[in-house]
Nanobody, 125 residues
């Protein structure tokens, strides 16, 4: 699975951005796509995930109510709509793919085998 993340940029607090993760693979069956982020000096952390089959999603408490994950199966693309952005959302955002993940493992970055290159989101006035 190859992943290409895009859509990052500079935005003011309270603003919005939409990240995209385009996936290339013969089959995305049993795949979970996750978004993770890493701020300077901090560990990479889970943001949100969605299963390719069924579209079951999960999000970290820090982004619930502000970020929405979705997918377009025809385009093989997963989106992360980020609203009400805060300075603490500043980070490099990565999309990742894992196969056969269950609910309890979808937040674990070590379970994801394939990673995109990351896209920088900066929230600042």
């Amino acid at each position: 699975v190859q992943l290409q993340a895009s859509g990052g940029g500079l935005v003011q607090p309270g603003g919005s951005l939409r990240l995209s993760c385009a996936a290339s693979a013969e089959s995305l069956n049993s795949i979970t796509i996750g978004w993770f982020r890493q701020a300077p000096g901090k560990e990479r952390e889970f943001v949100s995930s969605i299963t390719w089959n069924g579209g079951s999603s999960s999000s970290a408490d820090a982004v619930k109510g502000r970020f929405t994950i979705s997918k377009d199966s025809a385009k093989k693309t997963v989106y992360l709509q980020m609203n009400s952005l805060k300075p603490e959302d500043t980070a490099v955002y990565y999309c990742a793919a894992g196969r056969g993940l269950i609910l309890t493992t979808r937040r674990d970055k070590t379970r994801y085998n394939y990673w995109g290159q990351g896209t920088l989101v900066t929230v600042s006035s």
